[in-house]
C-alpha cells in the first residue's frame, strides 16, 4: 500500500546501513538484479554499477541483512543454523577475496527472488490467520527451496553445503514461528517483500496530489534559511485567535444530502471532487467482513435517503415510516458522525479550522518528548507505566503553557439560548468542539439584563471566556464587565478580535481567519518561525509582524475558483515577498501573520474598529505598526492553508470589497501620515500598492 511505501521502519539501526522508505528504494532491487545478470567477469564493474545509484546499493545492503535475520529467527535447530553458516560465510569470503562474480552464477538470483516473496507472503499470511500445520509445512518447503537453489543453481561450488551426515530429521523440519507475534518482525517482512516485488517507480507516490504536495513544500523548505529552532521550554509562548460570527460549524447530515436546484447534494460532490480520499476514508470505517459491509452500505444509503427527503419536505416522518436502522442503529449513528466530520474537513468549516489550528499543540508534545530523548542521548530508560504516564502529563502541560486557541465566537451566548433549530445546531456544534479539543478556549460578548438602581431595565455587556467540561457542558473561566456594546463603537469582526485578544497569552499571537487550515507538518516549525522576532537582520528595529505565506485549498472546486485560487497564490507568495523585500511595504492583509503581542496589545489591538473607514480593517493594524516603529516582514518556508471564495456572486462581492476599502483608505490619517513620513522612493511603492492600486 502506499502507506508503507511511504513509512519510515521503526526498527531503524537494524542493518548497516541507512534505512530509507521503501518509495525511494522502489525497483531498486530488480534493478539490481538485471545489473548481475550482466556483468560476466569482475566484482570491480558490478561494485561501480551497484554503487552509480546510492539507493540501490542501500537497498541491496539492506534486503541481504533482512534475509539473514529473519532466516536466523525462524531456524530451531542447531544442524539448520551451521548450514546458513556456511552459505554466509561462503558468500563473505568471495566478497572479501572478489570473486563473487567467479564463484556465483548470478544471473539465476531471480529464482531466490521469487522464492522469498513467496516465503514472505506465507509468513504475513500466517500472522493474519493464526498458526496452522498446513501452512508450516508449506514454509518448510519454500525453506528447503531456498536452499537447494542457493546451493545448487547459484553456487558453483556448493554442493556438499547439505550433506551432514548427523542430521537425524530434514532440513527445516521444525521452524521458530515465535517472531511471527513481533510487530517489529512483521514490519521487517512487509517492508522486505516491497523491496523485492516493486517493480514500477514510485515517483508517484503517493498518488493524492494533494498529499504530494504538502509533501514536497515540506520537504523543500527544510533547505530554506530559518532560525535554528530552540527547546520547546525555552520557545516564545503565543496564541491564536479565530472571529467567528454564524458561519458553518460542521455539516450536519440534513446539509449533506439535501439537494440543491441542480439535484446535486454536498456529499456526492465532495465524492466527485475528492474521490481518492473517500476511497481511503471508507476502507477505514468498513467492517472487515463482506456481509457486515453489504449492510452497513445499506443502512448508510437508506439513512441517507431518508435525511435528505427530511430536509427537502421540511417534514419529519413518524416513526413508522423511517428506515429500520437495527440491527446496528448505534454503529451507523457513529459512521454518520465520520461521514461528517470527513466533509466538514473538505469544506470552509470552522471544524477544519480548529482541527488544523490544533496541530500546535500536537506537534509541541511531539517536540517536548523529543528535546527529552535528546537529553537522555536517546537512551531508553527502565522507567516504570505510572512515570510514562507524568511525562506524557508534562509534555502536555508545557504544549498548554506554550500554546493557547481562542476561538471569538461574537454570538455564542445569543446561540445557547436561541430557540432556532440552526443557531442551536452550531451552539452544540462549538461545544462539541471544545469537548473534542479539551485546550480550546471560546471567547464571547454576553448580554444580560438586569434592574439597575431606578427599577429600570438595563442590559450590561460581558466579554466572557469559556471551556468545555466533561462530555456536555461550558465552564465559565473569566467574566469581564464592557462599559457598553463593543458594536456600537465599532464594527463586528474587528471589535470581535479586539475584544477577545485579552484572552490570549504568550507574547506572540497569529489570527487566522475561519476559512483557513493547518498542517501538523508545518505545525513543526512554529518554534523556528517565533525566533524571527529576535532577528536584527531586517532593518534598525526588530520585527513586529511576521508575514506568512499561504495556500489556497478552494482551487479544486471549478475552473473560476482555479484562476481565483492562482491569483490570490500569487499575491501571497511573490507579491508580498516583494512588497517585504526590498520595497518595504508589507502591511497587514488579514492572512496568517503572527503579531508581536506585548507591541500591539499596548497599541490599539490588531485591528482598526472606526465606523465608516473600516471595510478593510486588518490593513490598519500594518499602518499602525510601521508608524510606530515596527517591521514588517514575510517567510517563504512556512504556509497556512486559506479558503477563498468559489462562485461568481462571492468573487465579484469581495473583488467590490476591496476596491470599496481601498476608497475608505483615501479617508484615513494613518495614509495622510504614513505617505508624509517615507521617503520617496518608498512613498511610491506605497502608493502604488494601497489606494493608487486602482487609478
Known sequence: SERDLLVVPSSVGDTSVTQWPPFLLASKIPMALD?????????????????????????????????????YSLIAETSDMKVVDRIRE??????????LVRDFRLDELHLLSDKFNKLLSLLLEIEQEGNDTAKMTQIANLLQDTMEIITQDIMKNGQGILKDENRESQLFANINLESIKD??????????????????????????????????FFANSLFMKMPRAPQVSSMMSFSVLTPYFKEEVLFSAEDLHKKNEDGISILFYLQKIYPDEWKNFF??????????????????????????QTAKTGKVTNS????????KDEFLKARMEDISLWASYRGQTLTRTVRGMMYYRRALEIQCIQDKNAKLDHQRTNSSYQDGESVADMDLAIADIKFTYVVSCQVYGMQKVSKDAKEKARYLNILNLMMMYPSLRIAYIDEVEAPNKDGMTEKTYYSVLVKGVG?????????????GKPTNIGEGKPENQN????????????????????????????RNVLEEFESTKYGKSKPTILGLREHIFTGSVSSLAWFMSNQETSFVTIGQRVLANPLKVRFHYGHPDIFDRLFHITRGGISKASKTINLSEDIFSGFNS??????????????????????????????????????????????????????????????????GFYF
Not at 192 to 204: N, Q
Not at 320 to 327: A, G, W
Not at 500 to 523: H, K, P, S, W
Open 35 to 71: 545489473i548481475a545478470k550482466s556483468v560476466k567477469k569482475r566484482d570491480e564493474e558490478l561494485l561501480r554499477r551497484i554503487k552509480q545509484d546510492p539507493y540501490t546499493y542501500y537497498a541491496v545492503i539492506e534486503c541481504y541483512e533482512t534475509l539473514l535475520d529473519i532466516l
Open 90 to 99: 561462503s558468500l563473505e569470503e568471495s566478497i572479501h577475496n572478489q570473486s
Open 183 to 216: 510487530e517489529a518482525w512483521r514490519e521487517k517482512c512487509v517492508r522486505l517483500r516491497l523491496l523485492l516485488t516493486t517493480k514500477e517507480s514510485a515517483i508517484y507516490v503517493p498518488i493524492n496530489l494533494e498529499a504530494r504536495r504538502r509533501m514536497t
Open 283 to 308: 476502507e477505514r470505517i468498513r467492517p472487515k467482513d463482506e456481509e457486515s459491509r453489504k449492510s452497513m452500505m445499506d443502512e448508510i444509503s437508506r439513512w441517507a435517503s431518508y435525511r435528505g
Open 320 to 327: 413508522t415510516e423511517r428506515p429500520k436502522l437495527d440491527p
Open 471 to 483: 462530555d456536555k457542558y461550558d465552564e465559565e473561566i473569566y467574566r469581564i464587565k464592557l462599559p
Open 499 to 526: 475584544h477577545a485578544i485579552i484572552f490570549t497569552r504568550g507574547e506572540a499571537l497569529q489570527v487566522i481567519d475561519m476559512n483557513q487550515d493547518n498542517y501538523l507538518e508545518e505545525a513543526f516549525k512554529m
Open 626 to 691: 510601521t508608524m510606530r516603529g515596527g517591521n514588517i516582514t514575510h517567510h517563504e518556508y512556512m504556509q497556512v492553508g486559506k479558503g477563498r471564495d468559489v462562485g461568481m456572486n462571492q468573487i465579484s462581492s469581495f473583488e467590490a470589497k476591496v476596491a470599496n476599502g481601498n476608497g475608505e483608505q483615501t479617508l484615513s490619517r494613518d495614509i495622510y501620515r504614513l505617505g508624509r513620513r517615507f521617503d520617496f522612493y518608498r512613498m511610491l511603492s506605497f502608493y502604488f500598492t494601497t489606494v
